[in-house]
C-alpha cells in the first residue's frame, strides 16, 4: 500500500509536534523514519494508523483518504503485551477474545517465524526478557497478515546483539512476506540495515530525506550532527 | 490579575474535564448496547471482583453491625429504650450504613485497581495496541469493570447487611444480655422490603459510580508512573465523594 502524506500538521495543547510533514511511503519498501526523542516520530505514525487525529493537512492510502486499518499492524516501542494472558492468547488476541479455539497451530508457526520456543507458550510476558517480548509483539502484529506494519522503536532496550538480531528478524518477515514497513529509529545502525528510504525529522519538520544505505553520505547539516551524536538546536 | 486567570484557567479546566467525563458515560452507553460483548471477560471479572471483596466487605459489615449495638445501647438505655436496638441497627444498616460503607470499602478496593490497572495499560501503549487489534476498549475494559461492579455491589449489600445484623445480635446477645429470640423476632418484624430495597438501590448507583468514574480517571490519566499514581487517587477520592453526596439524594428520594 502507498501512503502519502501531505502538509500534515498536529498540535497538542497549543504546541505545534507535527508543523508541516510531507512523506510517501512506496508500497513493499523498508521506510525508516529517524530523529531525535520527542520531536513527533511516534505521533506522525500514530496519525497515519488513525490512532490519532491530525489538524489539517491530508494522508492518502492508495489514493483515497479512506482506509481499512485492519490492513495496518503495529509493534509498539516496548511491546504493548497484555500482562493477564498467556504468550499464546497475546499472539492471537483477538481470536482468543472472540472465543475462537483453533489458534494453536498458527500461533506455533509465527513463533517459529521470528525465532521463539514452543516452551514459552503458556508462558505470562512477566516471565520473558525484553528481547522476547518485542519478538512475542511481533509476532502478534504478523498475526493478522498486515499489508503495513509500522514498527516503533523495535530496538530500543535492547543489548546490541539483541538489536542486531531483532534487525535481522525484521527484515527477514518485511521481504519474505512483502510488507510494507515503516520503522521509526533513531538507530542509524538499524536504518541501515532494515530500511530502504529514510526521513529525518527535526522540530516538526522533514529536514532530510534520501537512500537508507547512503545515509552517512548526507550533506544536511542538523543530520550528520544527529549522527554524530551532537546535540541538536 | 494572575491571581484571575488562575481561577478562570481552573474553571475552564473543571468544565472541559465535566464535558469530556459526560461523553465519557455517553459512550459507555452507546457501546453497552452494541453486540460486541466479550462474555467470559464480563463473567471473568465479575467473579474476580466478588471473591477478592468478600472478605474486606465481610469484616466491614460485622463491626459494624457490633459498634452499632454498642453506641445505640448507650443513647438508648439513657431513656430506658434499650429494646430498640435490633430495630435501629437493622434499619441503620439496610437503609444508611451497608450501601455507603460497603461503596466507600469498595471504591477503595476495587475503584483504585481498575484506576490503576487501566492507567498502567495507558501508559505502556496497551490500550493503543487495544486498538490496531480492532478491539474497542470500552466493549473490553470499560462494560466489563462497570456491568461486573454495578452488579457486585447490591450483593455485596445484602451481604454486609446480613453480617452486620449479626455483629448486632453477637454483641446485644452475647455482651449486652438481651434475649437472643427476641432480638431476632424485633429485627424481622420491623424491617420492611422498602428499607431493603431503598439500599439496594443506592447500592446499583454506588456500584455504577465507582466503576465509571476509576475507568474514566484510568483512561485519561496522565503519562508516567506519576500519572497512575494521580488516577488512581482521582478514582478513589472522586468516587467517594460522589458517593456521600448522591447518598443525600437518593435518601431523600427514598424518604
Known sequence: ?233 | MKFIENIGELIIKLLSNLGKFILFILFFFKYLFKPKFYLRNNFNYFINIFISTLPIIALTGIFSGMVLALQSYTGFSRFSAESAIPNIVVITLTRELGPVLTGLMVSARVGSSIAAEIATMRVTEQIDALKTLNTNYYNYLVTPRVLSLTLALPIFVTIVDFIGVMGGYIVSVYRLGFNDNLYLLNTIDFLSLGDYLSGVFKAFAFGFIISIVSCYCGLFSDKGAFGVGSATTNAVVISSILILSSNYFLTELFF
Open chain 1, 1 to 233: 500500500m502507498k501512503i502519502e502524506v501531505k502538509n500534515l500538521k498536529k498540535k497538542f495543547s497549543e504546541e505545534f509536534i507535527l508543523k508541516d510533514i510531507s512523506l510517501t511511503i512506496e508500497k513493499n519498501k523498508s521506510t525508516v523514519i529517524l530523529g531525535q526523542s520527542g520531536c513527533g516520530k511516534s505521533v506522525l505514525i500514530k496519525t497515519i494508523y488513525k490512532l490519532l487525529n491530525f489538524d489539517t493537512g491530508s494522508i492518502l492510502y492508495n489514493g483515497k483518504s479512506e482506509v481499512d486499518t485492519d490492513k495496518f499492524s503495529m509493534l509498539f516501542q516496548y511491546g504493548a503485551l497484555f500482562d493477564s494472558l498467556k504468550i499464546s492468547e497475546n499472539i492471537a488476541f483477538t481470536d482468543f477474545i472472540n472465543n475462537k479455539t483453533k489458534f494453536e497451530k498458527k500461533v506455533i508457526s509465527l513463533m517459529s517465524d521470528v525465532g521463539l520456543e514452543k516452551s514459552i507458550f503458556n508462558k505470562y510476558p512477566s516471565e520473558i526478557s525484553g528481547g522476547m517480548k518485542k519478538r512475542v509483539a511481533l509476532a502478534r502484529a504478523l498475526y493478522k497478515n498486515p499489508k503495513v506494519i509500522f514498527l516503533d522503536e523495535p530496538t530500543t532496550g535492547l543489548d546490541p546483539i539483541n538489536s542486531d538480531k531483532i534487525n535481522e528478524l525484521i527484515l527477514k518477515v518485511i521481504t519474505n512476506r512483502k510488507i510494507t514497513a515503516v520503522t521509526i529509529t533513531h538507530d542509524i545502525k538499524s536504518a541501515i540495515k532494515t530500511g530502504d528510504y529514510y526521513f529525518f525529522i527535526h522540530k516538526g519538520i522533514i529536514q532530510d530525506k534520501g537512500d537508507c544505505k547512503k545515509i552517512l553520505k548526507t550533506k544536511n547539516k542538523i543530520f550528520k550532527s544527529f549522527i554524530m551524536g551532537a546535540n541538536l538546536k
